[in-house]
């Protein structure tokens, strides 16, 4: 990892194929645009809830946990909702880490938009939350394509962790990622 | 192996703080752990009232039935149900006999059988804490990886190596 301040990897040629797309809060007017991705079995399929059945339990979902949630985004292109992508900071002493996911309705996939919020939501992250010196991410073994996202949004493979979570009723492999948070006063290299 | 026939693990008793007191309050313990080193009994009598007598699952190690060490796992809630986090400490006057295995193999054995839904027991282990990750392999644990700066340990930010142990791998062994 290269030390410079921002911490967001070289503008290598294929950025120039990444769409521009903006990170903002949710409001609870988005519900429409959110159940797009939010029920689907496709998206869902690789976190922990499992599809939104009604617009009255995205509702829910978006006033009892996206909304109160410490760092929680929507990502646009040209202005539309495509996904979302969060950040949990640890509790207490482990203030000092945080874990990233992020997921994007199933018709924008294969477009780098994930990999460019990835990029956004690291640099946001890093100016807001001064004292973070670690951003890990998971990706289960069987979702080599979130696996291509995190690396090329520059996140390291640390290990295979076996049967780590529980998705759905079974446990799973993932591979685990990490970004050392590299601040401008760091004595990191 | 023969050090497994020494050691004997059982659940702790507050008559126990003498003998706990013996590795709580010693400095070459305590350096790879997440507390730091106890001066005051009451204090350790409190930490032992408060944390260790209520655990899920927390053990003595004993040798001749009295306490060289503890062994403890910490167990996940939700999505994190499937899995628990060992940890272990053992008098310094202790080491390098084979007890750390005998005791991390016993335990893993023991909170398979006794804790439904449970799959994955790791350890996190300090990149510089050599003879802790020997004791993890010899006791059959895997290498998974090193989380970089995921831990930190008397105000340090420190790389740690991560082990598992399956439910699967502990039926062969």
Redesign the interface.
């Known amino acids: 990892m290269q030390a410079d301040s921002s911490a967001v990897p070289p503008n290598h040629d294929h950025r120039k194929q990444e769409p521009d797309i903006t990170l903002r809060p949710f409001d609870l007017s988005d519900v429409g645009a959110f159940m797009t991705w939010a029920s689907d079995p496709r998206v869902t399929s690789f976190q ?1 809830r499992g599809p939104c059945t009604s617009e009255e339990d995205a509702r829910r979902y978006l006033a009892d946990h996206v909304l109160p949630h410490p760092w929680y985004r929507a990502i646009c292109v040209d202005g539309r909702l495509v996904g979302s992508i969060n950040a949990k900071p640890g509790q207490g ?2 203030r ?2 945080a874990s990233i996911a992020y997921r994007l309705a199933y018709q924008h996939w294969g477009r780098g938009i994930a990999t460019a919020a990835l990029r956004a939501a690291v640099s946001s992250l890093l100016e807001e939350w001064p004292h973070l ?2 951003l ?1 991410a998971i990706a289960e073994v069987e979702n080599p394509a979130s696996q291509r996202v995190l690396e090329k949004a520059g996140f390291l493979r ?10 759905h009723g079974k ?1 799973r492999d993932v591979v ?1 990622y ?1 970004l ?2 590299t601040h401008p006063n760091s004595d990191d290299i | 192996m023969a050090e497994e026939r020494e050691i004997t693990l059982r659940r702790f008793d507050l008559s126990d703080l003498d003998d706990y007191m013996v590795w709580a309050s010693d400095h070459r313990v305590s350096a790879f752990c997440r507390w730091d080193t106890y001066t005051d009994k009451e204090d350790l009598r409190r930490y032992m009232r408060e944390t260790v007598l209520p655990h899920p699952w927390f053990r003595a190690i004993c040798l001749g039935g009295r306490p060289i060490g503890a062994v403890s796992v910490n167990l996940g809630a ?6 628990g986090e060992l940890g272990y400490v053992l008098a310094a006057a202790h080491w390098g006999r084979g007890y750390g295995t005998a005791a991390a193999k016993m335990a893993v054995r023991s909170v398979f059988q006794e804790v439904e839904g449970l ?2 027991v ?1 350890a996190l282990v300090d990149v510089d804490n050599k003879g802790s990750q020997r004791v993890l392999e010899k006791a059959g644990f ?1 290498r ?7 831990m ?1 340990l008397k105000g340090r ?1 420190r790389d740690m190596v ?1 082990f ?1 142990f ?1 439910s699967a791998d502990a039926l062969v062994d």
């Open positions: 922990r002493e482990e000092f880490k010196e670690r890990e640390e290990g295979l962790l076996r049967k780590y979570v529980m998705l446990s685990m990490s050392p948070a | 939700g999505c994190d149900r499937c899995k799959e994955r790791e895997v998974e990886g090193v989380l970089r700066k995921s930190v930010t991560v598992s399956i």
